[in-house]
């Protein structure tokens, strides 16, 4: 579900997954690999986002991840349905909620595809700045991590800027 055979290439705007049941995507998420980002930039390893879907449609995020110094850090946002509606194309606020009527609060946050079962997933931005891949479990398979890394490059995303996750729990 959710794979597509026709990808875009750089230049083109990215397709999102279709159909995605944010009842099934929401629950707990490991890290698999990322590109590098400012609001991660403090994570070392053990980085684990956790989603659950409230009675308003909207969603709970709650990332973690452990420092290099052993802290562990937490992030609490809320995401909602991007402008065209379509519940892959996601827009997250980690910002406080007075500040959620300005644009610039809210960043893309995409799903452009999901395995079998909503075992991984591949998660992008539509300006290809923010990338990650990210697996029900603390593993992923070399399969599953080989045909998340064709998704991302046949969305346009360069993947020798993925740095991966230690997951260590």
Known sequence: MGLTA??????????VAQGIELSRYAGKWYE???????????CAEDVIAHY??????????????????GRVDQARGIARKGKSGNSAA??????PAILSFLPSAWSDYWILAVG????????????????????????ISDASYAQAIEIAKGNGFDPSRLVKTSQKK
């Open 116 to 139: 079998p079962d909503y075992t991984w997933a591949v998660v992008g931005a539509p300006n290809r700045e923010l990338l990650w891949i990210l697996s029900r479990t603390p593993t």
């Open 90 to 95: 996601l827009q997250v606020r980690f910002a």
């Open 32 to 42: 698999m690999a990322r590109f590098p980002n400012k609001l991660q930039m403090h």
């Open 6 to 15: 026709a990808v875009p290439a750089a230049g083109q705007p990215l397709r």
């Open 52 to 69: 659950a879907v409230r009675t308003d449609g909207r969603v709970d995020v709650t990332n973690q991840c452990r420092t290099s110094d």
